[in-house]
């Protein structure tokens, strides 16, 4: 069988959770030694047997990002024939995936990793592109032979959001992690990189790792932190902000926060290397994810997979990971049902934050026995190699053998 996985992110250039989970599920599925897997990304070219990349085309130099994407998809979409299945991820390569199908008679498999109809403050980046890239999705969704959601969660939203669409035709396949690539890292060299970037390892911490956009709610936890007792320390790993607005309210928020907290908030803006993530990883007491929206969250099985506790959002996909006085704390919210994710009471979602990472922090006997048990978790529930068994599920099945 052959398959055609198209992407925006392949390794080395990946920015979110969508890429971690092309690169993990194209090393499953071609591991297994019986499938041939052509990979079709964005980008430079990569060295690495079955990836095929396509740039930017020319003409389109100058034409807005959603058209240059979709001049991409057009380029792949040919290659494509030939494939017994076409998979896409993200509406980037979506409508590649739609194309090819249509030219070559093969099925198409989308995996959803987020949904354009809930995220309308993509608006503030794209502009009418936004548009274009709702109506990719929205087309290429239709039109799927399966969609597959990477949680339940997503898979309610999926069919909030096309209404069209068969419930029978969405299957849920949870992200993954790779246990042995993310493990707790307490060396003494891991401890020197820790103290490199200015973070006492023997303080308490709070890490926070991701995007700055406003799905993953970076703001909240900002305003939450101001109510941390003065020896906790607040780790942010944060960058690749979406538009220079959210850029600004966060370094307005590090400013004031800082005035108040002249000690231990470390902000890195750069992409870290996996390596030293890890080793933040294994020195904070926990992790933050205040995200508003999170399809699932491959951020929290990293955090996990290396013994640390999880405060998150009870939103999404969250809660299939995080198990609430188990591995973790999940913290309340009520949404404004308009796409945004934004708390019908923000004030509220901050209080309650500041609680749950106040608590966090105040025994820190019980959040290593969280961060043991969300080790054990990760382990057992979430390895690439059953992702990979039920991904070939699906395909096995809208081929009908």
């Not at 299957?171 to 003494?188: C, K």
Request: with cysteine; aromatic share 6%.
């Amino acid at each position: 069988m052959r398959v055609d996985i198209l992407s925006k992110e392949y390794p080395p250039a990946i920015y979110g959770g969508a890429g971690v989970h092309v690169a993990e599920l194209v090393r499953a599925l071609r591991e297994r030694g019986d499938l041939d897997v052509q990979v079709r990304c964005f980008g430079e070219p990569r060295d690495e047997a079955g990836t095929t990349a396509y740039a930017d085309l020319p003409d389109l130099a100058d034409a807005n990002a959603a058209l240059r994407t979709l001049g991409v998809d057009l380029t792949m979409a040919g290659d494509c024939v030939g494939a017994d299945i076409v998979h896409s991820h993200t509406w980037y390569a979506n409508l590649g995936g739609h194309l090819a199908s249509l030219l070559g008679g093969m099925p198409h498999v989308v995996t959803a990793h987020s949904l354009e109809p809930m995220r309308p403050w993509k608006a503030e980046q794209l502009g009418g592109g936004y548009r274009v890239s709702s109506f990719a999705e929205r087309t290429s969704y239709e039109g799927a032979a399966a969609v597959v959601a990477v949680s339940a969660g997503m898979r309610e939203d999926i069919l909030r959001s096309y209404p069209t669409l068969d419930p029978e035709r969405v299957h849920v396949v949870h992200n993954g992690i790779d246990s042995q690539l993310w493990q707790a890292d307490r060396s003494d060299e891991a401890r020197r990189t820790v103290e490199r970037h200015g973070i006492d390892p023997d303080r308490p911490s709070v890490v926070f790792v991701g995007r700055i956009t406003r799905q993953k709610g970076l703001p909240y936890l900002l305003r939450a932190c101001a109510e941390l007792p003065p020896e906790v320390q607040l780790v942010l790993c944060a960058g690749a902000p979406d538009t220079p607005e959210i850029l600004a309210e966060v370094e307005g928020l590090m400013a004031e926060l800082r005035r108040s907290r002249p000690e231990g908030v470390v902000w890195i803006a750069d992409m870290l290397p996996r390596a030293e993530v890890v080793s933040l990883l294994s020195h904070g007491t926990v992790f933050a994810c205040p995200s508003v929206y999170e399809p699932l969250g491959i951020v929290n099985l990293e955090a996990m997979a290396c013994e640390l506790p999880v405060v998150a959002t009870a939103t999404g996909g969250i809660p299939e990971v995080v198990v609430d006085g188990e591995t973790g704390w999940l913290v309340p919210i009520e949404q404004v049902q308009d796409g945004t994710g934004t708390p019908v009471d923000p004030d509220a979602f901050v209080a309650d934050l500041a609680a749950a990472l106040t608590d966090a922090v105040s025994d820190a006997d019980r959040a290593a026995a969280f961060g043991r048990a969300g080790r054990t978790r990760a382990v057992e529930s979430f390895s690439w190699s059953t992702i990979g068994d039920r991904t070939l599920e699906v395909y096995r099945q809208v081929l009908g053998s």
